[in-house]
């Protein structure tokens, strides 16, 4: 069993930044990627972006350049530098984590809500 608790979000406005963190507690699978989704109102959530046991990253077209991801295994947690935020940002952010090899091996967070504004 894992559990995530996602912190950082809020209100910023348009060009500001945000670091998202998950801290995760539990077993954590040797293989795995750990990533950061988003689900803006009446939309599905979306990946934005993942990183790898290996520490490979993939980010979605829309916030490369802007956000980076990161890992810290040694705290056992992984956060989500955000800057040149844009009000097309604004959602609520998820963390998660699933298993290379186990597919029942899939915990996410409760969210956090941020919002781009003026």
């Known amino acids: 069993q894992v559990q995530l608790v996602e912190s950082g979000g809020g209100l910023v406005q348009p060009g500001g930044s945000l670091r998202l963190s998950c801290a995760a507690s539990?077993?954590?699978?040797?293989?795995?990627?750990m990533g950061w989704y988003r689900q803006a109102p009446g939309k599905q959530r979306e990946l934005v972006a993942s990183i790898t046991n290996g520490g490979d990253t993939n980010y979605v077209d829309s916030v490369k350049g802007r956000f980076t991801i990161s890992r810290d295994k040694v705290k056992n947690t992984m956060d989500l530098q955000m800057s040149s935020l844009k009000p097309e940002d604004t959602g609520v952010y998820y963390c998660n984590v699933r298993s290379t090899f186990t597919s029942t091996y899939n915990y996410w967070g409760q969210g956090t809500q941020v919002t781009v504004s003026t």
């Open positions: 539990g077993t954590i699978d040797t293989f795995y990627t």
